[in-house]
Nanobody, 122 residues
Framework: QVQLVESGGGSVQTGESLRLSCVASGRALSTYFIGWVRQAPGKEREFLGVIGWSGPGIGYPDSVLGRFRLSRDKDTNTVTLQMNSLKPEDTAVYYC???????????????WGQGTQVTVSS
């Protein structure tokens, strides 16, 4: 069992940055890929990338490539999503996810956090 707790969401203006954090707890964390999925109102969930214990993973979609960056701190069991140059279309609920393999399909991830809202205004 893995527990995921997100933090760092909020409301920003276009072009600004936010950093989301996900603290993982549970057994055998080193075996999990941990990362992020988002869901905007009325849209399907979008995979943003995951990172393995010793490195990626990853898999940034074109929509965030060059603007978002994943990192993992093994000492604190924290996965961070640094989001730069935010756009209104980045507005969504962002979920931390964990799974035993790298999947691009969000439905394949076994564990999910509660989600954190990110709102980007123009």
């Amino acid at each position: 069992q893995v527990q995921l707790v997100e933090s760092g969401g909020g409301s920003v203006q276009t072009g600004e940055s936010l950093r989301l954090s996900c603290v993982a707890s549970g057994r055998a964390l080193s075996t999990y890929f941990i990362g992020w999925v988002r869901q905007a109102p009325g849209k399907e969930r979008e995979f943003l990338g995951v990172i393995g214990w010793s490195g990626p993973g990853i898999g940034y979609p074109d929509s965030v490539l060059g603007r978002f960056r994943l990192s993992r701190d093994k000492d604190t069991n924290t996965v961070t999503l640094q989001m730069n140059s935010l756009k209104p279309e980045d507005t969504a609920v962002y979920y931390c996810v964990a799974g035993l393999s790298f999947f691009r399909n969000p439905d394949e991830y076994e564990f999910w956090g509660q989600g954190t809202q990110v709102t980007v205004s123009s």
